[in-house]
Structure formats: C-alpha cells, structure tokens
C-alpha cells in the first residue's frame, strides 16, 4: 500500500468467498463486474490459513502483476462490515479474524470487507431487483437463508447480526445446524428441500433443482417438501413483513432458480397471513449467484476516490 | 400561521391522542415536559371530527391565548409521519385523515405528526432507557403490542407499517381483533393478560397489574397466564432479534409496572430460544406513559428554527 493508503495501479478486485468456491472477478469503472473466476474453496484447516493465501493467490492473478487499486472480499456468517472482522464464519474455519487489515497488509491496497448476502442487497438494490426500493429486502434461499435489508435506502448491518431470518423458529420440529430447533433455514433452504426429498423417498437428489421438476412433474413426495418449504418460507416474510414492512422482496438462491414454482405462490400464502399489514411484491433476483461479486466490487470501489 | 410558515408567540404543545384518553402538555425550550393534562377522549363518531375538535380546545387552552409556536400530535395506527396522515386509526375513526394539514390550518401553527409508539421510542432514545442505543426497540406491552425500532440511530418508520410486531405469528390459536390468528397481542398484551385472567377463573380485573400481585401471591391461574405471556413475549424478542439485532430492548405498557415479573423472566427465556444471534439487554423504559406526550413534544421542537 502507498504510504497515503492508496492502492496500486491495478484494477479493483471483487472476491465471494463461499464454503463451497471462491468467486472473484475484475470489477471495471463502469460498474460492471468481468468473468467469474472459480476455484475451489481449499479446507479451512485449523486457522482458515489457506482459505487466505488462496485469495491472495486469486487476486494477484486477475490484478494481472499490477497491485490492485483495491479488493472487496465478502463472507458468509457473523460479518462486522464497519470492523472488518470476521466474527464468525463456520465453513471458512475463521474466528474474529481480522481480515481486512491481514489482506490489506498482504495486497499492499485498501481492502474492504462484507457480508456476502448483505453485499448481494446491495447489488440488487444498485444494479438488479431492488433498484429504487427505499425498503426492501433480497432473500437468496440456498445452502441458508438470510436477507439483506435494505431500510431508508442503506442497507442494514446492525454488527453484522441483522438479517438471520433462517434462524427464527416457525413452528416445526426439526433441529438445525446452529443448534436451534424450527429454523426456517432447516425447513426450506434450498439444501434442506434437497436433503428432505432424499430423506422422505430414499432417492438423493443433486439440489433443490431437482426436486422443482419432480414436483413440476406431480411426484407426491417432492410436492410434499416443497409444501412445507413455501409454508415455512411465507411464515418467515410475514415476519419480516411486520417488523421491517419491505415493499420488494427478492428471492435468490437456489430456490430462486424456480420462480414458477415459488413467487406465486409465495405471495398468495403470504396474503393469507396478513390482516392490515402491507404485503411486499415478491420478484426473482436479477444478479444471480454473480449477486456477492458486484456486491463486493461495489464496496472495493467505494475505498478508490 | 404566519405567511412564512412560522407559529405565533405561545409554547410548544405537545398532545399524545390515545383511544381512552387524550394526554397534553407544554413543551419547554429545555426538552421538559410540564404537567400532563388528561382529557378523555370522545367517541370517534361517523368521521372521528369530535376528536379533532377536542385537541384543538385542549392545545388552545395550554397555548393560554396566544398562538402556539408550534403543536405535536401522535396517535396510534398506521401513521405515516412523513406525510402527516392517519392512514388508518381504528380507536380513533380515522381513515387517510391527513392531520397535519388539517390541524395546522385550524391552529395557526406548524403541526408535526407521529405514531405515538415510535415517538416514545424517540422518547426513550433521546431521554430514556434507549440512551446511546444505536440499535434499540422500545416494546410498550400495554391495550396492544407495537415496537419502536431505532435503527444506526434513527426511529425507523417504513412508511407507518415499520415495528407490527403485536402481530406476528407466535403459534398459539387464540383469534385476534386485527382479524388474524396467533398474533403476540392477543396473549401478552397487558389487556389479553387481564382478559385471560378473567375467561379462566370468572373474576374480572382492572388490569394487569391485579394479576401481577396474584402472580407474587402464588396464584396458579395468575401465573399460567403470565407464563404463557413471558413466552410469547420471549418469542416476539427472538423474531426482534434475528431480524433487526437490537442491543437494548425497553419494555414499557402495563406489563412494564411490573420489572419484577418480566425483565429478568423474559431475559431468560429470549436466551434459551436463540444460539448465535446477540442477546439484548431487556430494560424497563423510563417516561412511562409520557414517553408518546415527550416524543410529540421532540417532534414539534424540531419545526421551530
């Protein structure tokens, strides 16, 4: 880094770092985000080391020798934006990490740091479904569910707490990944439609992709889980409805890829749940899963004056 | 009202219109309110006018002759502050009555309008238990069961739809007068404690607070009802929580007379539901039922120059 703090003459660099791959790409002036490089996310191992050095290893490749102008790097879980520390990320082996000043000291530029639903809100509210919403909200249902909202047109972070509508018990039985019991995420994440379709029929399926067209087919099994995840799901907006009152919601993820199967229905259970509340349009996403990458060279951009 | 939009000589009156009662002060240029005159309020009638008629008699009589400077007024409903319309104002009968105009014109002054909730809120956050609060809810726990939001520091409104929480799901089957099933209200509100107290045992009782001093007795219908309005109220802290990551709630209403019975109670079981997300700290708010008259008072303060 420039004794100023500046970064190099590089271009800006967007990273997603996910439990499953690492999305980076270069993220123009324009404001449009080049081809996604994937690599595969390494093990965490026991200090989520590698999971760094691969990210430097990627933005020194597509900064093609130059050092960049700047890296945004988002992350799921417990992200403090404003800190730029990793409180919590599970799958990335990190705890209270404090990523942007070890990547900034390594890339020799500004780093900033995110959350990778919240950076995808803010992609969506820039650049895709949310565009114009002064309250909103982007739902990506995959491997999880949070959202990003988006409230008197900034998005929300509260330390990085904000957002964890997965984990709010809507009245199953079922026990989830965090320890809780009724998560909306252990009900209708994309992984969770997937894994109880498997569990319910002894039939793996690859994803939720899958399950859509069986029940696009009338298989009563996948009618069945996919039933119970639009319930669940139509509970946790109503919730988010009443306390927050989005007037847009955008679903995401990997449930997002059937928008047959899920905004017209979502709505209708959603209305039936509603008295005097006002109930939000429910729409598909725009940015797909490039939604974290724009999200993040939206925040790298803001560091280069 | 002067040409240039400026009240007259007189004081700031600040009016908190409930549906028993309608509260009133003088507002002091040093942020105190001044002893609260109480009125009831009238019956609504066909177009809610006679309520009108007697806020305008009461800031009259508090302005003592002279022209206010300038009068606040919160009511409860679907306010939308901005716009100083009563969308909707049941107890009042009022729909899409844009008071701010209407009330400016006929007391000469500038008017601002608010939701008498998110005014205490503004109350508590300015001069209460919300005090350096960047992130807090002000809960009043009182007829019914509404919370004021403050979001990086400012009352978050959603255009009067913002803080419904009175109105989510919380599982249980009883109806409520919003017309939906479940709804918090209709088991923790002060008003449901009384009413459940009463269908269980035959023995009416003015409020809440007889059944609290029950509760302390020993009493066992007291204290189920009470538990079963803890653990809703614990469940409507655990949706706060997960959407919005409040650090300091303020419970307030009737429910908060008694800090003994709910505070420490609640703190407990909002624990035991969540896992990763960030506990709050469960206050008892500090205005009591000034909080709304102080926080009309603020709103007016802020449209004299």
């Known amino acids: 880094?420039?004794?100023?703090?500046?970064?190099?003459?590089?271009?800006?660099?967007?990273?997603?770092?996910?439990?499953?791959?690492?999305?980076?790409?270069?993220f123009g002036a324009d404001g449009r985000l080049?081809?996604?490089?994937?690599?595969?996310?390494?093990?965490?191992?026991?200090?989520g080391a590698p999971?760094?050095?691969?990210?430097?290893?990627?933005?020194?490749?597509?900064?093609?020798?130059?050092?960049?102008a700047a890296v945004?790097?988002?992350?799921?879980?417990?992200i403090d934006d404003a800190a730029g520390v990793a409180v919590h990320a599970e799958?990335?082996?990190w705890h209270d990490v404090a990523l942007r000043d070890l990547l900034a000291t390594r890339l020799g530029c500004p780093v900033a740091v995110g959350h990778d639903v919240r950076a995808g809100?803010?992609?969506?509210?820039?650049?895709g479904a949310l565009r114009g919403?002064?309250?909103?909200?982007?739902?990506?249902?995959?491997?999880?569910?949070a959202a990003a909202l988006v409230l008197d047109g900034r998005v929300f972070a509260a330390d990085g707490y904000a957002g964890e509508i997965g984990h709010v018990d809507v009245g199953h039985s079922l026990e989830c990944a965090c320890g809780g019991r009724g998560c909306l995420e252990a009900i209708a994440s994309a992984a969770a439609v997937a894994r109880r379709y498997a569990v319910a029929t002894g039939t793996p399926v690859a994803g939720s992709r899958d399950v859509a067209e069986l029940v696009r087919r009338g298989d009563p099994a996948a009618v069945a889980v996919w039933d119970d995840a639009l319930d669940a799901l139509a509970y946790g907006l109503s919730l988010l409805t009443g306390v927050v009152a989005p007037t847009v919601v955008a679903i995401g993820g990997g449930l997002g890829e059937s928008p047959d199967l899920v905004l017209r229905p979502l709505a209708g259970r959603l209305a039936a749940r509603l008295t005097f509340?006002?109930?939000?349009?429910?729409?598909?996403?725009?940015?797909?899963?490039?939604?974290?990458?724009?999200?993040?060279g939206l925040l790298a951009r803001e560091l280069v004056t």
Chains 1, 2 share one sequence.
């Not at 945004?72 to 417990?78: A, L, N, T």
């Not at 809100?121 to 650049?127: F, S």
């Open 51 to 68: 999971v760094i050095e691969a990210v430097e290893g990627i933005v020194r490749r597509l900064s093609g020798g130059a050092p960049p």
């Open 34 to 47: 080049g081809p996604v490089d994937r690599t595969a996310t390494p093990p965490a191992g026991t200090d």
């Open 91 to 93: 799958n990335l082996g």
């Open 121 to 127: 809100g803010l992609a969506e509210h820039r650049a």
């Open 133 to 145: 919403a002064v309250n909103g909200a982007f739902l990506p249902v995959g491997t999880g569910i």
């Open 277 to 296: 509340q006002r109930p939000p349009r429910i729409v598909a996403a725009e940015l797909g899963d490039r939604a974290g990458c724009v999200g993040a």
């Open 1 to 26: 880094m420039a004794p100023d703090g500046s970064g190099g003459a590089g271009p800006v660099v967007a990273v997603d770092i996910g439990g499953t791959s690492i999305k980076a790409g270069v």
């Open 72 to 78: 945004g790097v988002v992350v799921p879980g417990i």
